[in-house]
């Protein structure tokens, strides 16, 4: 599908026909269902570039792109890797059905096509409000710096990451993605969430599974899931 052509958005409201490939490269929007870019069809916006307007999400796998998404987070933010800033960032929100481990990762068969940053927030007094860490004293009282920005591949610098914390049932988790700043854009991906329920895609090997996870090393990066290594459970 890498060849196929379709319309790809500018972050100033352009629009001409390019590839998947050639319009992530310049940093567009793709849109694969518009084979043409005459009216009625219009560039989308992304709507969850401002925390507030985040949506809420349950357990499962959310595709994404930070193409003309904006900074609104405070930085920077720790890491495994230190300290840094989370670019152009997008946000969604979380509420634990129950007591759980939870996962945030980027780390499925959809491919992260830039090198990305992920965090995640929560506040204590106040657990059932989704925080919005714009300022220093937000970010102070509500990130969860255990949580860390681990790499999905271990010997992989500069890919997707993941997070995880222990929720707790009804709390709410804000979710952080962006570019991590030595990157030259941002770009696609998919935000994968589970809280205890394995799904392929998740990140890591659960069961029989013999594709999904971190140590299967006959995975590419971008195809735990894919043609090569088959999820099954």
Known sequence: CGARMAACCTCQGGCSLETLIDCDDAEGQWNGSQASCDAPFSCPTVANDACADAPTVSVGTYQFTTHCATTDGFNPVLSDFG??????DIWYYFVAPRDCPLLADMCSAFEVRFDSMIALYTDPNNPTQCPCAADAATHASTFIPLAGDENCYDEVIGTAGFVETDALAGHCYTIRIGRWPGAPSGG?????????DPFCGDGRKNGSEVCDGRDNSACLPGNLCGPTCTCSL
């Open 188 to 196: 696609q991906g998919a935000l994968n969430l589970s809280c205890g």
């Open 83 to 88: 300290e840094d800033p989370i670019l152009e």
